[in-house]
């Protein structure tokens, strides 16, 4: 599944049909320009805000599944991690009245993470109730796996990275260094007839398509009244040049 961006929805067609029939614009020119501007209205809002909130969100949420238990204050709880007593750990977390889980046998860190995820990709619930890794190659591991679910950080604006770099739309290099390989794009913009373009986000966000389509309604919508108020001011230009009424 994917989620789809071209110049054929139909409100957004009329709108620049309408500037072009109105104003002496280049309609090729015009037309990558009002693409370019559209992707970038839609790239922002795609999560995350920044690079630093998304492996913030991404160490949270791993958290909320399993966690290191190195930092211990009782010393008797020290000792039986350092031996590894699972079944001690575990009865004198029941004893505090803790929700934790005690392992030291981790075999599929990520399996553990995606079951827990929800269709928005994210772990819903408390991190008090996570799973409490001991055992210095556990801990190592899950350092790894988090280290490379963050590296994914910037995905899902990506799908939309091949459409921009064919305008030259503005994207964040934290974004760019995810390369070309999650979405597409059909360019169509010199054809004599029916010029159009047409942009392919292919990655798993994509597949929330509730999120996906509000964004794009949302930007559509807004480049919209922007073309419009843009041509107004044009028009406005044109006639005071031209000598005439306002």
Do not use: C
């Amino acid at each position: 599944m994917s989620l789809t961006l071209q110049m054929e929805q139909a409100r957004w067609r009329a709108t620049v049909q309408r500037i072009l029939a109105g104003l002496k614009l280049e309609k090729v020119a015009f037309l990558r320009q009002q693409f370019r501007l559209l992707l970038e209205r839609i790239i922002a809002p795609v999560p995350p805000r920044n690079r630093a909130q998304g492996r913030a969100r991404v160490a949270a949420d791993i958290r909320k599944v399993m966690q290191p238990f190195a930092r211990l204050r009782n010393e008797r709880m020290k000792k039986l991690v350092r031996r590894g007593d699972l079944a001690a750990l575990n009865a004198i977390a029941a004893q505090l009245g803790k929700p934790w889980r005690f392992t030291n046998t981790v075999s599929n860190l990520r399996s553990l993470h995606e079951e827990r995820r929800d269709r928005r990709g994210r772990v819903t619930g408390s991190a008090r109730k996570a799973l409490r890794l001991v055992g210095a190659a556990n801990i190592a591991a899950y350092r790894r796996y988090v280290r490379t679910r963050q590296d994914s950080v910037g995905v899902a604006k990506a799908g939309w990275l091949p459409g921009a770099k064919a305008v030259g739309a503005h994207v964040p290099s934290w974004v760019a260094a995810q390369g070309l390989a999650f979405g597409a794009v059909i360019d169509r913009s010199q054809h004599a007839v029916s010029p159009e373009l047409i942009a392919i986000n292919r990655t798993p966000w994509a597949h929330r398509r509730d999120e996906g389509q509000r964004i794009l309604a949302n930007a559509l919508a807004s480049r919209r009244r922007d073309m419009e108020r843009h041509a107004a001011a044009l028009a406005r230009a044109a006639a005071k040049r031209a000598g005439l009424p306002a």
